[in-house]
């Protein structure tokens, strides 16, 4: 935890210290860790399950003015972020490996003459295997990136058809080989309960990615999200008996390979949690810099979120400008609550009951009327040092959520 320094705040310019600083709803002892998020937009092919502010490259893309505009964006949030150390980075996307490896050496190299990095930070970049280049792989890992998030999806050629995918089974085999080989630690991504998939299909897909031991596991459910194309055009998906098989095979077999299941859709090797995302979970700090990114900032007094502009071409023109924040807004402290909780009921294993004060600057007290809701209801146990989703909290989280939003006046 990095506490609040007099000299920081002295380092932050006037207007910044009158905007952020001044006297507001919150009292926060200490700042929570800080990550930094970069967005990169552009993919090959956009996937029809995708809702994500990704773009079609179309053959090409504009790499040193996007490299610019980062730059720019990072040096205009600065202030915000005066003396903290950043403990995880996270380069997603769209399709960050279409990067070529000099501007990936070029993004680092500036990340690192602005920000301050932690000495274990971790540094994760998001890889499609249809962009895989063993040299540009090693590449990347000599430019600092110490962790590859792989999205394989499926190894099924029937399957990542239906999911659009631009690479097969034997390129997926191919890009885990080479980063078992380039990176200690890395994800694989797949998706299950997908188009016409079967339980025995499913089980071939996880024990095909549990072959490779990966370090960390993330299994997600095929979701069919608001303006995609799967929304438009609803693919037929397995239905929610065979989808509860699929998962409760998912904790078996991840638990046989040694996996623990520390969030919704996260399973790793011990000592092996994704370091970036769990700051996200635990109600941490993220700067979110390039199109569209999100970031959610601490003050002593107060918590705001911001987003940049969405598209490519407007977001590096307004970062040029010197105004790449598209919009800006103050976390009110009747949704401080739901916020933490939001994130906090995701980890299995629940959070110490001192996280909600020492994150939100609320008491314990400002949710216990809803904590005493969620235990009675048989979603929530709660002592004097845990608070933690019960197994049916778990199965019905977005119900347990929502016992923490705001009441209205």
């Known amino acids: 935890m990095i506490p609040i320094r007099p000299d920081v705040v002295q380092a932050v310019p006037p207007r910044v210290v009158e905007h952020y600083l001044r006297p507001g709803i919150l009292s926060l002892a200490a700042l929570p860790p800080l990550s930094l998020y970069v967005h990169f937009p552009w993919c090959v092919r956009k996937c029809p399950y995708c809702d994500f502010n990704s773009h079609e490259a179309d053959g090409s893309f504009p790499e040193q003015d996007y490299l610019s505009a980062l730059r720019a964006d990072l040096e205009q949030a600065l202030p915000l972020v005066w003396g903290r150390k950043i403990v995880s980075i996270f380069i ?37 295997p249809g962009t895989f280049e063993a040299d540009k792989f090693r590449a990347f890992a000599g430019s600092g990136i110490n962790r590859l998030s792989m999205g394989i999806q499926s190894f099924n050629p029937q399957h990542l058809k239906a999911l659009g995918r631009i690479h097969d089974g034997d390129e997926a085999r191919r890009a885990i080989e080479c980063a078992q080989s380039c990176f200690q630690n890395f994800n694989l991504d797949l998706m299950y309960a997908l188009p016409g998939q079967t339980l025995a299909q499913a089980k071939e897909d996880l024990t095909t990615a549990l072959s490779y031991a990966p370090p960390h596991l993330s299994l997600y459910h095929l979701t069919i999200e608001p303006n995609t194309v799967f929304a438009k055009f609803p693919p037929s998906i397995p239905d929610d008996d065979l989808s509860a098989e699929m998962q409760e095979m998912i904790e078996e077999q991840t638990a046989l390979g040694g996996y623990q299941h520390y969030e919704v859709s996260a399973f790793a090797q011990p000592g092996r949690r994704a370091r970036h995302n769990l700051n996200y979970w635990e109600f941490g700090d993220y700067l979110g810099i390039g199109a569209g990114a999100h970031s959610k900032l601490s003050f002593p007094h107060r918590m705001v979120r911001q987003a940049r502009y969405k598209q490519p071409g407007t977001y590096m023109q307004q970062a040029a400008a010197g105004n790449a924040v598209f919009e800006e807004s103050e976390i009110s402290r009747e949704a401080l609550g739901f916020e933490f909780m939001l994130n906090a009921l995701r980890l299995t294993g629940g959070f110490e009951s001192r996280l909600f004060a020492e994150r939100t600057g609320l008491p314990l007290q400002a949710v216990e009327r809803a904590i005493a809701n969620a235990e009675a209801r048989g979603l929530l146990t709660c002592d004097h040092r845990m608070i933690q989703p019960t197994a049916l909290g778990q ?9 923490f939003l705001p009441e209205e006046a």
């Open 92 to 128: 997603g996307g769209g399709t960050p490996s279409l990067m070529s490896a000099q501007a990936l050496d070029q993004l680092m190299s500036d990340i690192r003459s602005l920000l301050p990095l932690d000495g274990a930070a971790e540094i994760t970049m998001e890889a499609n």
């Open 395 to 403: 199965r019905f989280l977005n119900d347990l959520q929502q016992i």
